[in-house]
C-alpha cells in the first residue's frame, strides 16, 4: 500500500516535471521568437516627406510570439504521445502495400482507373469531344499492359488541355509553366542527379538558348523549327567552352564557378545593348508554326482545318510543343543511361578515383554530361523565348538556377519521376495561390526548407540500377552512396 | 595619383566590408563543408536592424557628436545580438536537422531559407529602398584630406575610417578568439575531424551553432557599416554582397580567416578599379573572372591548405 502511494507520487512528480520542462522549453522558444522579431517585424519603416518615419506593430508581433508559446507547448505535450500515432500510420501503410500486392500492384490499380474512365468518357463527362478522350484512354491502357504508373502521369499530361475546367489561364500559367521547368529539371538531372557535378549556373544555358532563338529570328528571319536545333547545339557548345576550363575543380568549387559564370552570362545580357537591347530585353519574337501555318484569325491554322478561330489554339499547340520537348528529354536521359558513356556518369558520381584507375576518361565524361545538358536547357530556353515573345536578362537571375537545382535535389536526384512531382508540387502549388502574390515566394522557401528536413535525399530517394545480376532490386535512399564529382 | 589613392582607400573600405561577410562564409564551410547561401540575407537583416534601430534612437541634426557615436556603437552592439539571434535560428530550424545527411540538402535549405529571409523583410518593409535620415547621413560626412593636386583632393571620410577601424579591430579580436581560446580550439578541432573532437569531449552541436552565431555577428557588423557608408538599403541587397563576399572567401581559400579578409580586400580593389578605370558596367564580370581564373590554377584559393583526397 505505501509503496504503491510513494509510486504514484514518484509518478506525479515526474508528469508534473515533464510538464516544468515543456513550458519552461516553450518559454524559450518564446523568449527567442520575441527577439527575433525586434525590431524587424515589430516596426515597418513608412516614406514620410524627409524621411522615414516608423509605425509599430507591437499587437500583432506579441500575438505571434504567444501563438509560438501555445504552438511549441502543444507540441512537447503531445510529442511522447504521438510515437503511437506514428507506429498506427506504418503499421496501417505496410498493410495498404501488402493488400496493394495482393490485388495485383499497378496493374489492377490502372485496370480501375481505366474501367472508371471508359465509363465517365461514355457518360460525357469527360472532355467537350470525346475523341479527345482517347488521349487519356490510350496511355492507360498501354499502363495496364506495362503495369507502369507512368503511363497514367503521361496519359494525365496529354489529356490536360482538354480536361474539364482546364481554362486558357491553366492551360498556359499551370501547364507550360510546370512542364518548361520539369524539362530544366531533367535536362540539370543529367548534370547533377546522374553525373553528380553540381551545377549553380544552369540558367545561363537557359539563356543561351533563349537569346539564340530571338536573334537568329530576329537577324535572319530563322522560323522556331529551324532555331530550335541551332539553339540546343549552341547552348551545348556554351556547356563544352565553359566546361573544359573548370571540369577539373571538385564539388563545391564547381559550383561557385558554375554560379559565376551564371551570373557572367547574365550581365554580359544586361550590358551589351547593341547585340540584346540591354535590360529592354528583346520584344517581338516570332510565334512558332504549324507546318507553315500561323495561328492568325485569315489564313491560319483555325482556316486551313476549317475551325472557329480562338487564341485557344496557339496555347494548346504551346502545350504541346514543350510537352513533347520534355518528353524527348526524357526518353533520351533513359536511353543515356544504357550506354557507356551514361554508366560512366553514374560510376563517376558514386567515385571519381576508382573511375579514374579503371580507365574512363573523366574530363571527357563530365564534359558529355555538361554539354547534354545544356542543350536540354538551350531547348527549354528556345521554347521559353517563343512561348513569352520577349525575353529580357530579368528572367535569367540566379534564383531560376536555385529552383531548378532545388527541384533536381527535391525529387531525388537522379529519378526522373520524382523531378517531374517536385517541379508540379513547387511551380505548379505556387502557380495555384497566385492570388496570395505577396507570400507566395515566402511559403515557397518554406516549403523547400520543410520537404528538405523532412526527406533529405528527395521524394523518391531510392534507385533502380540500370544493370545488375540477375534480378534489378530497388536500392533505398540511405544506401546511396552520396557523390563528390 | 590623388585619383589612384583615392580609389585605393574606397577599394579597402568595400574590401573590408565584403570581408567582414566573408569570414562568416569561410567559418561556416570551414566546420561544417557546406556553402551557407542564407549568410547574404542574414547581413541584410542585421543592416534593417540597424536602419530601425537608428530610427527608434531618432538623432537629429542638433545631436551632439559624441552622442552619434555612442549612439552608433550601441546600434552596432545591439544589431550584433539580435542579428546573432537570426543566425543561431537559421542554424537551428535548417542545417542541424540535416547533420551528417547528405551533402546537396543543407545546401537546398540554405536557398530556401535565403528565399524566407529576403522575402520576410520585403513583406514586411517594403520592397523600396530604405534610405538613412538625412541628420544622421550630414553629421556622418566630411573627412580627412590626404594628398591634393590638380584640384582633385584624395579624402578618407569619417565614415571610411569608422569602417576600416572596426573591421581592425574586429579581425584582431576574432583571430585571437580562433587561435588562444577554448572556444577556438573547439572550432578548429570540429573543423578537423568533427567525429574525433566529439570524441574527446567537445560539444560539436554547440561549436557548430557558436559559429552561426559569431558569422552573423560579423554579418551584422558588415550591415552596419553598409548602412553607414551607402546611406540606403533594400532587401535584396543581401543576394549581391552575399555572392561577392562568398567569391572572396573561396578566393582567399576556404576555411581560412585571413584568407577571407585578403579575399574581401581583393575583390573590393577588383571592384573599385575596375569601375574607376575601365567602366562600371562590366565589374562584376571582372570580379567573377578573376575567380574562375584563380579557382582554375590553384583550387584551393590564394591561403588555402590543398585538399587531401583519401581513398
Redesign the interface.
Same mark, same amino acid.
Given at each position: 500500500m505505501a509503496v504503491a502511494a510513494a509510486r504514484s507520487e514518484e509518478v506525479a512528480v515526474e508528469v508534473k516535471s515533464a510538464f516544468g520542462t515543456a513550458v519552461s522549453d516553450a518559454a524559450i522558444a518564446a523568449v527567442i521568437a520575441f527577439f527575433l522579431a525586434t525590431p524587424i517585424l515589430s516596426y515597418k519603416t513608412v516614406e514620410e516627406a524627409t524621411s522615414l518615419g516608423l509605425v509599430a506593430r507591437w499587437p500583432q508581433v506579441l500575438m505571434g510570439v504567444a501563438a509560438v508559446f501555445a504552438g511549441r507547448l502543444a507540441l512537447n505535450l503531445l510529442w511522447p504521445h504521438f510515437g503511437g500515432v506514428v507506429a498506427i500510420l506504418k503499421a496501417s501503410w505496410a498493410r495498404l502495400g501488402a493488400f496493394f500486392h495482393a490485388i495485383g500492384g499497378w496493374r489492377t490499380v490502372l485496370g480501375v482507373l481505366l474501367v472508371c474512365t471508359v465509363a465517365a468518357s461514355v457518360t460525357g463527362h469527360l472532355a467537350v469531344n470525346r475523341w479527345y478522350d482517347l488521349l487519356l484512354i490510350a496511355p492507360l491502357a498501354v499502363g495496364v499492359w506495362r503495369r507502369s504508373p507512368a503511363w497514367l502521369f503521361l496519359g494525365l499530361a496529354l489529356f490536360f488541355p482538354f480536361a474539364p475546367g482546364a481554362t486558357r489561364y491553366y492551360i498556359e500559367n499551370f501547364g507550360i509553366l510546370v512542364l518548361i521547368y520539369v524539362m530544366l529539371g531533367w535536362g540539370l538531372n543529367v548534370v547533377v542527379g546522374l553525373a553528380g557535378l553540381l551545377d549553380l549556373g544552369y540558367v545561363a544555358f537557359y539563356a543561351v538558348g533563349a537569346y539564340a532563338y530571338a536573334l537568329l529570328a530576329q537577324n535572319f528571319g530563322l522560323s522556331f523549327w529551324i532555331c530550335l536545333p541551332l539553339a540546343g547545339i549552341l547552348a551545348a557548345f556554351w556547356g563544352v567552352l565553359l566546361g573544359f576550363p573548370v571540369l577539373r575543380l571538385r564539388g563545391d568549387y564547381l559550383a561557385i564557378v558554375t554560379l559565376a559564370f551564371g551570373e557572367i552570362i547574365r550581365i554580359v545580357l544586361l550590358n551589351w545593348q547593341s547585340l540584346t537591347g540591354g535590360p529592354n530585353g528583346i520584344s517581338g519574337i516570332p510565334r512558332p508554326t504549324f507546318f507553315g501555318l500561323e495561328f492568325k484569325a485569315d489564313g491560319g491554322f483555325a482556316d486551313y482545318f476549317g475551325l472557329p478561330h480562338t487564341s485557344l489554339h496557339r496555347i494548346i499547340f504551346l502545350y504541346y510543343i514543350i510537352l513533347g520537348l520534355a518528353l524527348v528529354t526524357n526518353w533520351v536521359t533513359i536511353r543515356l543511361r544504357r550506354l557507356p558513356v551514361g554508366r560512366a556518369w553514374e560510376a563517376l558520381r558514386e567515385d571519381e578515383i576508382a573511375c579514374r584507375s579503371l580507365g574512363i576518361n573523366v574530363t571527357n565524361t563530365k564534359l558529355t554530361a555538361f554539354s547534354i545538358g545544356a542543350m536540354f536547357g538551350g531547348f527549354a530556353g528556345a521554347f521559353f523565348a517563343t512561348k513569352q515573345g520577349f525575353i529580357s536578362p530579368e528572367s535569367f537571375t540566379f534564383w531560376e538556377s536555385a529552383i531548378i537545382l532545388a527541384i533536381v535535389v527535391l525529387g531525388g536526384m537522379g529519378s526522373q519521376v520524382g523531378v517531374a512531382l517536385a517541379a508540379l508540387v513547387l511551380i505548379g502549388g505556387t502557380e495555384l495561390f497566385r492570388e496570395f502574390e505577396t507570400y507566395r515566394m515566402l511559403v515557397f522557401g518554406l516549403a523547400m526548407v520543410m520537404m528538405m528536413v523532412w526527406r533529405p535525399r528527395g521524394v523518391v530517394s531510392g534507385r533502380v540500377p540500370t544493370i545488375a545480376i540477375g534480378k534489378t532490386h530497388r536500392i533505398g535512399g540511405d544506401l546511396v552512396q552520396e557523390g563528390r564529382g | 595619383m590623388e585619383y589612384f589613392v583615392q580609389q585605393l582607400i574606397n577599394g579597402i573600405t568595400l574590401g573590408s566590408i565584403y570581408g567582414l561577410i566573408a569570414i562568416g562564409y569561410t567559418m561556416v564551410?570551414g566546420i561544417i563543408?557546406m556553402?551557407n547561401?542564407a549568410h547574404g540575407d542574414v547581413f541584410m537583416?542585421g543592416s534593417?536592424?540597424a536602419?530601425? @534601430?537608428f530610427?527608434?534612437i531618432g538623432l537629429t541634426a542638433a545631436t551632439p557628436l559624441i552622442i552619434i557615436v555612442l549612439a552608433i556603437i550601441g546600434v552596432l552592439l545591439i544589431a550584433m545580438a @539580435?542579428t546573432a539571434?537570426?543566425g543561431w535560428?537559421v542554424e537551428r @530550424?535548417?542545417y542541424r536537422?540535416?547533420r551528417g545527411? $547528405?551533402?546537396?540538402?543543407p545546401?537546398?535549405?540554405a536557398?530556401?531559407?535565403?528565399? %524566407?529571409l529576403s522575402?520576410? %523583410?520585403q513583406?514586411?518593409?517594403?520592397a523600396?529602398v530604405?534610405?538613412l535620415?538625412?541628420?544622421i547621413k550630414d553629421r556622418l560626412s566630411g573627412g580627412f584630406q590626404v594628398m591634393e593636386a590638380n584640384g582633385f583632393a584624395a579624402v578618407i571620410s569619417y565614415r571610411q575610417l569608422i569602417i576600416v577601424c572596426v573591421t581592425v579591430g574586429l579581425m584582431t579580436f576574432f583571430t585571437w578568439l580562433i587561435t588562444s581560446t577554448p572556444l577556438g580550439r573547439a572550432q578548429r578541432a570540429c573543423e578537423q575531424d568533427r567525429t574525433m573532437a566529439a570524441l574527446t569531449g567537445v560539444d560539436v552541436d554547440r561549436t557548430i551553432s557558436l559559429t552561426f552565431v559569431i558569422g552573423a555577428a560579423l554579418a551584422a557588423v558588415a550591415g552596419v557599416m553598409f548602412l553607414v557608408y551607402y546611406g540606403a538599403i533594400d532587401f535584396y541587397i543581401g $543576394?549581391v554582397a552575399g555572392?561577392k563576399a $562568398?567569391?572572396a572567401a573561396?578566393l582567399g581559400g576556404?576555411g581560412s580567416l585571413p584568407g577571407a579578409m585578403l579575399g574581401g580586400l581583393l575583390i573590393g580593389l577588383i571592384e573599385v578599379f575596375w569601375a574607376g578605370y575601365v567602366g562600371s558596367?562590366?565589374k562584376? %564580370?571582372a570580379a567573377?573572372?578573376i575567380?574562375?581564373i584563380v579557382?582554375?590554377f590553384r583550387?584551393e584559393g590564394l591561403l588555402g591548405r590543398p585538399?587531401i583526397?583519401k581513398?
Amino acid at each position: 500500500m505505501a509503496v504503491a502511494a510513494a509510486r504514484s507520487e514518484e509518478v506525479a512528480v515526474e508528469v508534473k516535471s515533464a510538464f516544468g520542462t515543456a513550458v519552461s522549453d516553450a518559454a524559450i522558444a518564446a523568449v527567442i521568437a520575441f527577439f527575433l522579431a525586434t525590431p524587424i517585424l515589430s516596426y515597418k519603416t513608412v516614406e514620410e516627406a524627409t524621411s522615414l518615419g516608423l509605425v509599430a506593430r507591437w499587437p500583432q508581433v506579441l500575438m505571434g510570439v504567444a501563438a509560438v508559446f501555445a504552438g511549441r507547448l502543444a507540441l512537447n505535450l503531445l510529442w511522447p504521445h504521438f510515437g503511437g500515432v506514428v507506429a498506427i500510420l506504418k503499421a496501417s501503410w505496410a498493410r495498404l502495400g501488402a493488400f496493394f500486392h495482393a490485388i495485383g500492384g499497378w496493374r489492377t490499380v490502372l485496370g480501375v482507373l481505366l474501367v472508371c474512365t471508359v465509363a465517365a468518357s461514355v457518360t460525357g463527362h469527360l472532355a467537350v469531344n470525346r475523341w479527345y478522350d482517347l488521349l487519356l484512354i490510350a496511355p492507360l491502357a498501354v499502363g495496364v499492359w506495362r503495369r507502369s504508373p507512368a503511363w497514367l502521369f503521361l496519359g494525365l499530361a496529354l489529356f490536360f488541355p482538354f480536361a474539364p475546367g482546364a481554362t486558357r489561364y491553366y492551360i498556359e500559367n499551370f501547364g507550360i509553366l510546370v512542364l518548361i521547368y520539369v524539362m530544366l529539371g531533367w535536362g540539370l538531372n543529367v548534370v547533377v542527379g546522374l553525373a553528380g557535378l553540381l551545377d549553380l549556373g544552369y540558367v545561363a544555358f537557359y539563356a543561351v538558348g533563349a537569346y539564340a532563338y530571338a536573334l537568329l529570328a530576329q537577324n535572319f528571319g530563322l522560323s522556331f523549327w529551324i532555331c530550335l536545333p541551332l539553339a540546343g547545339i549552341l547552348a551545348a557548345f556554351w556547356g563544352v567552352l565553359l566546361g573544359f576550363p573548370v571540369l577539373r575543380l571538385r564539388g563545391d568549387y564547381l559550383a561557385i564557378v558554375t554560379l559565376a559564370f551564371g551570373e557572367i552570362i547574365r550581365i554580359v545580357l544586361l550590358n551589351w545593348q547593341s547585340l540584346t537591347g540591354g535590360p529592354n530585353g528583346i520584344s517581338g519574337i516570332p510565334r512558332p508554326t504549324f507546318f507553315g501555318l500561323e495561328f492568325k484569325a485569315d489564313g491560319g491554322f483555325a482556316d486551313y482545318f476549317g475551325l472557329p478561330h480562338t487564341s485557344l489554339h496557339r496555347i494548346i499547340f504551346l502545350y504541346y510543343i514543350i510537352l513533347g520537348l520534355a518528353l524527348v528529354t526524357n526518353w533520351v536521359t533513359i536511353r543515356l543511361r544504357r550506354l557507356p558513356v551514361g554508366r560512366a556518369w553514374e560510376a563517376l558520381r558514386e567515385d571519381e578515383i576508382a573511375c579514374r584507375s579503371l580507365g574512363i576518361n573523366v574530363t571527357n565524361t563530365k564534359l558529355t554530361a555538361f554539354s547534354i545538358g545544356a542543350m536540354f536547357g538551350g531547348f527549354a530556353g528556345a521554347f521559353f523565348a517563343t512561348k513569352q515573345g520577349f525575353i529580357s536578362p530579368e528572367s535569367f537571375t540566379f534564383w531560376e538556377s536555385a529552383i531548378i537545382l532545388a527541384i533536381v535535389v527535391l525529387g531525388g536526384m537522379g529519378s526522373q519521376v520524382g523531378v517531374a512531382l517536385a517541379a508540379l508540387v513547387l511551380i505548379g502549388g505556387t502557380e495555384l495561390f497566385r492570388e496570395f502574390e505577396t507570400y507566395r515566394m515566402l511559403v515557397f522557401g518554406l516549403a523547400m526548407v520543410m520537404m528538405m528536413v523532412w526527406r533529405p535525399r528527395g521524394v523518391v530517394s531510392g534507385r533502380v540500377p540500370t544493370i545488375a545480376i540477375g534480378k534489378t532490386h530497388r536500392i533505398g535512399g540511405d544506401l546511396v552512396q552520396e557523390g563528390r564529382g | 595619383m590623388e585619383y589612384f589613392v583615392q580609389q585605393l582607400i574606397n577599394g579597402i573600405t568595400l574590401g573590408s566590408i565584403y570581408g567582414l561577410i566573408a569570414i562568416g562564409y569561410t567559418m561556416v564551410y570551414g566546420i561544417i563543408g557546406m556553402i551557407n547561401f542564407a549568410h547574404g540575407d542574414v547581413f541584410m537583416v542585421g543592416s534593417f536592424i540597424a536602419l530601425l @534601430l537608428f530610427l527608434l534612437i531618432g538623432l537629429t541634426a542638433a545631436t551632439p557628436l559624441i552622442i552619434i557615436v555612442l549612439a552608433i556603437i550601441g546600434v552596432l552592439l545591439i544589431a550584433m545580438a @539580435l542579428t546573432a539571434v537570426w543566425g543561431w535560428t537559421v542554424e537551428r @530550424l535548417a542545417y542541424r536537422p540535416l547533420r551528417g545527411s $547528405f551533402r546537396l540538402a543543407p545546401l537546398i535549405t540554405a536557398i530556401g531559407m535565403s528565399i %524566407v529571409l529576403s522575402n520576410m %523583410v520585403q513583406i514586411s518593409q517594403g520592397a523600396r529602398v530604405k534610405n538613412l535620415p538625412p541628420d544622421i547621413k550630414d553629421r556622418l560626412s566630411g573627412g580627412f584630406q590626404v594628398m591634393e593636386a590638380n584640384g582633385f583632393a584624395a579624402v578618407i571620410s569619417y565614415r571610411q575610417l569608422i569602417i576600416v577601424c572596426v573591421t581592425v579591430g574586429l579581425m584582431t579580436f576574432f583571430t585571437w578568439l580562433i587561435t588562444s581560446t577554448p572556444l577556438g580550439r573547439a572550432q578548429r578541432a570540429c573543423e578537423q575531424d568533427r567525429t574525433m573532437a566529439a570524441l574527446t569531449g567537445v560539444d560539436v552541436d554547440r561549436t557548430i551553432s557558436l559559429t552561426f552565431v559569431i558569422g552573423a555577428a560579423l554579418a551584422a557588423v558588415a550591415g552596419v557599416m553598409f548602412l553607414v557608408y551607402y546611406g540606403a538599403i533594400d532587401f535584396y541587397i543581401g $543576394f549581391v554582397a552575399g555572392i561577392k563576399a $562568398f567569391t572572396a572567401a573561396v578566393l582567399g581559400g576556404i576555411g581560412s580567416l585571413p584568407g577571407a579578409m585578403l579575399g574581401g580586400l581583393l575583390i573590393g580593389l577588383i571592384e573599385v578599379f575596375w569601375a574607376g578605370y575601365v567602366g562600371s558596367e562590366y565589374k562584376d %564580370v571582372a570580379a567573377f573572372s578573376i575567380l574562375a581564373i584563380v579557382l582554375i590554377f590553384r583550387p584551393e584559393g590564394l591561403l588555402g591548405r590543398p585538399e587531401i583526397e583519401k581513398v
